[in-house]
């Protein structure tokens, strides 16, 4: 049916910058949310930032000020542009359509750490 793939997670320094990247096979409601996922080691899953149906931008947390959503329709892609990354941003970070009850990807790895 509908598909997430994410990809561009790695390691990296605390103040680096990764951009991760979302495509998307299948389509979903239109009213579903598109956004993105954290869960740390041992944690739960937390928003870090999402598109709104009418295309507004929700940040949240530690993201804001440092992270960046963008997509792109046309491709079906959704990206996150991630700078100054801290250990505490270490995890798995999931894509995601339609919010914890909606469609999850597999994930993709970022490591944080000296």
């Known amino acids: 049916q509908v598909k997430l793939v994410e990809s561009g997670g790695g390691s990296v320094q605390p103040g680096g910058s990764l951009r991760l990247s979302c495509v998307q096979s299948?389509?979903?409601?239109?009213?579903?949310?598109a956004g993105w996922f954290h869960q740390a080691p041992g944690g739960q899953r937390e928003p870090v930032a999402r598109?709104?149906?009418?295309?507004?931008?929700d940040y949240f947390g530690s993201a804001k000020g440092r992270f960046t959503i963008s997509r792109d329709i046309a491709r079906n892609m959704m990206f996150l542009q991630m700078n100054s990354l801290i250990p505490a941003d270490t995890g798995v970070y999931y894509c995601?359509?339609?919010?914890?009850?909606?469609?999850w990807g597999q994930g993709t790895q970022v490591t944080v750490s000296a």
């Open positions: 995601n359509r339609g919010g914890i009850h909606g469609v």
């Open positions: 598109f709104r149906p009418d295309g507004a931008i």
């Open positions: 299948g389509s979903v409601p239109d009213n579903y949310n």
